[in-house]
């Protein structure tokens, strides 16, 4: 079983940045493939990036590509997404996800319980 818990989503303006962290209980983590969703108000869910379990091999969104990085660190069971140049669109409860293939979320067997990321105008 694997927990997982985001931290780091708050209000921010146009053009700013935030770094969320997203960290995993179980000794297993280091063998699970990562991935991080999100979900605005009245919207699907999506896919925003995704890291293999080395960390050498990353995959983002159109939306979200030159702007977001993803990385981790497997000694400290912790996924970073890096969001730079944040838009209003961007505004949604994002998800860290793992064990799950790729963009896929439904495949994705652990969930944490979100953090909100607000991008002021």
């Known amino acids: 079983q694997v927990q997982l818990v985001e931290s780091g989503g708050g209000l921010v303006q146009a053009g700013g940045s935030l770094r969320l962290s997203c960290a995993a209980s179980?000794?297993?983590?280091?063998?699970?493939?990562m991935g991080w969703f999100r979900q605005a108000p009245g919207k699907e869910r999506e896919f925003v990036a995704t890291?293999?379990?080395?960390?050498?091999?990353?995959y983002y969104a159109d939306s979200v590509k030159g702007r977001f990085t993803i990385s981790r660190d497997n000694a400290k069971n912790t996924v970073y997404p890096q969001m730079n140049s944040l838009k209003p669109e961007d505004t949604a409860v994002y998800y860290c996800?793992?064990?799950?293939?790729?963009?896929?979320?439904?495949?994705?067997?652990?969930w944490g319980q979100g953090t909100q990321v607000t991008v002021s105008s």
């Open positions: 996800a793992a064990d799950g293939r790729h963009i896929y979320s439904n495949s994705y067997n652990y």
């Open positions: 179980g000794r297993t983590f280091s063998s699970y493939r």
């Open positions: 890291i293999s379990w080395s960390g050498s091999s990353t």
